[in-house]
């Protein structure tokens, strides 16, 4: 059992659909204040593992707490003010504005005392311009790419305002102009306080923008720690079975991947 003291931890987890496991006796740990990243290859539980810590997955074993209690006891109000998740694949209602699907966000803040607000209308104009949807507010959200719907979530996600924020794939789909926007926001979010979670497949950002990364295949954690130590050529074959070199990233001095080559130039 893992006694670190963290907000959000599952501890001995089993995670199944119906009878197929896809993890067992899995401890997992998300370190206060952390930007944390998940990486590991298709299938392994990556999302599994995040749906289980917001509480979407019921564990078939053992427990998610969140501040010391069990998620599961946790009102649901409450833990959307503390938790937000932006899952991989998400489907928005027919014939919603963008401004309309990131106003949900703000649902968990209202109450029957408590509605829409000039607070509100801020919040979800902030999420807007850091996520660079501002300008298509009006469109409808059937009518956007693949890049800018991705963007629309993460306003949503952003305007929830919680201190917790779990990010399944949020760079999917984007440029590498706005992969960067994105990551550099979320590494904002962490700066201000707050603990991110994020799923990511590309390990040179994961070692440049993660605090804690976490590798996991087969519904284990292989290896979890600061990205230095944990990105070597070792691990990235035994997880993904790539060989590959791992050098100095020029720009930060984190590990970059470079793959090996199915054929190497002559030397000379
Ligand atoms: N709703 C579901 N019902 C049944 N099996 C599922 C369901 N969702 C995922 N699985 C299975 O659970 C395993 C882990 O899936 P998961 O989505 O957690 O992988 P992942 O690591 O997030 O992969 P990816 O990188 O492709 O997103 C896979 O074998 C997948 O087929
Ligand atoms: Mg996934």
């Known amino acids: ?63 998610v707490l969140l501040d010391g209690e069990r998620i599961g006891s946790w009102p649901a109000k409450k833990l959307a003010r503390t938790l937000g998740l932006l899952p991989q694949s998400s489907i928005a209602p027919e014939g919603i ?3 309309d699907l990131v106003a949900r966000g703000r649902y968990p803040h209202q109450g029957l005392l408590r509605q829409w607000s000039r607070e509100d209308e801020r919040v979800v104009g902030e999420a807007m311009a850091a996520t660079g949807v501002a300008e298509l507010a009006d469109w409808f959200v059937d009518e956007l ?16 305002q919680t201190p917790i924020l779990l990010l399944d794939e949020p760079t999917t789909y984007l440029d590498i102009a706005h992969q960067i926007e994105i990551l550099d926001l979320c590494a904002d979010l962490h700066e201000a306080g707050r603990t991110v979670v994020a799923v990511l497949h590309d390990l040179n950002h994961a070692a440049r923008y993660a605090t804690h990364l976490i590798a996991m295949r087969d519904g284990r954690i292989v290896a979890e720690g600061p990205p230095g130590d944990v990105v070597t050529a070792a691990l990235v074959e035994e997880v993904f079975g790539l060989p590959c070199q791992v050098i100095e990233c020029p720009e930060t001095g984190t590990p970059l991947v470079i793959p090996a080559a199915r054929h190497r130039a002559p030397v000379g």
């Open 1 to 63: 059992m893992k006694d670190d003291g963290a907000r959000l931890s599952g501890d001995d987890l089993t995670l199944a659909y119906d009878k197929r496991v896809i993890a067992q006796g899995l401890d997992v740990a998300v370190p206060d204040r952390s930007f944390t990243v998940i990486v590991g290859p298709n299938a392994c539980g990556k999302s599994t593992t995040l749906r289980a810590l917001a509480r979407v997955l019921k564990p078939a074993a053992g427990t």
């Open 97 to 99: 504005t963008v401004a």
């Open 145 to 160: 790419s693949g890049g800018q719907r991705q963007r629309v979530w993460i306003a949503m996600a952003l305007a929830q």
